[in-house]
């Protein structure tokens, strides 16, 4: 069930029920908007991608997503932790272990993860043909 009003994109449509929700002290106007917060900011999609192949330690997550901060990094892990699509596992041993690892609610995106692969792998092959990609050695 849509909770959105109903608007027409190019795309498209949804409907809208003048129920709002909220989720975590924020406000939400649908379902739509609520799965798109959890996926909209930079590194969300990058950590859920990484741990889609299995359980990872916080410096090999820093290790795979090239650019990203140590506070942002810690920030991402926990906003996901709090969206419960990851499970963060903490080790009583010195020195201390944490591992990140996907929770059923995050397995659900592994589709959507994986369609925006397979999206971003054919604008890659038609951008490479178009002569729009630089190799990484004319970047250097």
């Known amino acids: 069930m849509l909770l959105c009003q109903e608007l027409t994109y190019k795309y498209y449509t949804y409907q809208k029920d003048t129920t709002m929700f909220v989720y975590k002290e924020k406000n939400y106007e649908c379902p739509f ?9 930079k590194w969300n999609a990058l950590v859920l991608y990484h741990l889609s192949s299995g359980t990872k330690r916080y410096s090999e997550l820093k290790r795979l997503i090239h650019g990203i901060t140590q506070k942002m990094l810690t ?6 932790e709090s969206f419960q699509l990851i499970h963060r596992e903490v080790y009583p041993v010195v020195p201390p272990k944490v591992e990140y690892s996907l929770t059923e609610n ?6 959507i993860l994986e369609k925006i692969h397979a999206f971003g792998e054919a604008m890659y ?8 990609i630089e190799s990484e050695e004319a970047l250097d």
């Not at 908007?33 to 900011?41: A, D, I």
């Not at 920030?75 to 996901?80: A, K, P, S």
């Open 33 to 41: 908007e609520l799965g798109l917060s959890m996926l909209s900011r």
């Open 75 to 80: 920030q991402t892990l926990r906003e996901l």
């Open 106 to 111: 995050g397995e659900e995106i592994l589709p």
């Open 125 to 132: 092959t038609r951008y490479e043909k178009e002569g729009l």
